[in-house]
């Protein structure tokens, strides 16, 4: 089973499960669902007790430093 992360869009607090694609100390790549696709999204953070934050049509994403 791939690796998953809840993630949380800032803007309307809706939270959604991601595949992980990809991960690094700094950098996050994921997929997540979007209406009937999936879209690839990168969260990242200068800071590696921080969360992961990613941007995307406006919208801003979070992913929890422990994911």
């Known amino acids: 089973m791939p690796a998953m992360v809840?993630?949380?869009?800032?803007?309307?607090?809706?939270?959604?499960?991601?595949k992980i694609l990809s991960r690094s100390m700094k950098r996050l790549l994921?997929?997540?669902?979007?209406?009937?696709?999936?879209?690839?999204?990168?969260?990242?953070?200068d800071d590696i007790g921080k969360p992961f934050v990613g941007r995307m049509a406006g919208l801003e994403f979070t992913a929890p430093a422990s994911s």
Do not use: F, I, Q, Y
Request: aromatic share 0%; proline share 7%; glycine share 6%.
């Open 6 to 18: 809840k993630v949380t869009c800032t803007n309307n607090d809706r939270v959604v499960e991601a």
């Open 30 to 45: 994921v997929e997540v669902p979007a209406g009937p696709g999936k879209m690839e999204l990168v969260l990242t953070r």
